[in-house]
């Protein structure tokens, strides 16, 4: 099954863009009459049929609308900060979409390397991991802001904050309560400032650790990602 994202899509009938029909028509090879997926990124499966196989403007026609197999019980958000490498970051993107997230923060912190991102690149990687993975969810990937501001957005659940102390001992593991809402925070390369640390915990956040290694970061959001969906399957 191949799955493409079209967070427009419309019943009875949907046009596709260009670059859209391009991709289905000239590289998939799709015929009039062939059964297409489309997820609309809010947890719907459309299945339509090609009724115009044109490459610049093809059509079709939405048979069913299902719910997605991926709807879950509670809310994960991630705060990250991007990699001086945006590669490894990318790669945390596609992973934590594989694996199951709702919204993920680019922040700016004290150590951070890398004070900019190419939003729309960023947003890319998701979509072809959500089509890669059959999701029906399209993560919402929000704008590069400041770790002051990012702490101090109104969230409902679990807070906590990823930071290497010896004075850190509880685990995610532990701290996490299976069914919440989780809101948690991965600090750059050179991890957080014990200043940020206090001010996260002014807002909320615990401090976790997520085991015993030393983790880059990207390996870290990961881990974070996977330890949450994990102990709530």
Same mark, same amino acid.
């Given at each position: ?34 059964? =297409? ?170 401090? =976790? ?25």
């Amino acid at each position: 099954m191949n799955l493409f994202y079209a967070p427009d899509i419309i019943q009875p009938y949907y046009q596709l863009t260009e670059e859209e029909s391009k991709h289905l028509i000239r590289v998939f090879r799709y015929r009039v009459g062939d059964e =297409v997926f489309f997820t609309d990124g809010k947890g719907y499966i459309y299945i339509c049929t090609i009724i115009d196989a044109n490459p610049k403007h093809c059509k079709v026609e939405v048979l069913n609308k299902r719910e997605g197999e991926d709807r879950r019980p509670f809310q994960l958000q991630m705060g990250v900060a991007p990699t001086k490498n945006i590669s490894r970051f990318e790669w945390y993107l596609e992973k934590a979409t594989e694996i199951g997230i709702d919204a993920i923060i680019p922040f700016v912190s004290f150590h951070s390397e890398r004070k900019d991102i190419k939003k729309d690149r960023l947003n890319r990687v998701v979509t072809a991991a959500v089509k890669q993975s059959l999701k029906s969810f399209h993560p919402r990937l929000h704008d590069l802001i400041k770790f002051k501001e990012m702490i101090a957005l109104p969230f409902e659940g679990q807070k906590f904050i990823a930071f290497i102390d010896e004075g850190v001992t509880l685990e995610l593991s532990e701290a996490y309560q299976p069914g919440n809402n989780a809101f948690i925070l991965i600090g750059p390369e050179g991890d957080f400032s014990h200043e940020e640390v206090n001010l996260a915990k002014q807002h909320g956040f615990i401090p =976790v650790k997520l085991g015993p290694s030393r983790l880059r970061t990207e390996t870290a959001a990961v881990a974070a990602c996977h330890t949450v969906n994990l102990l709530n399957y």
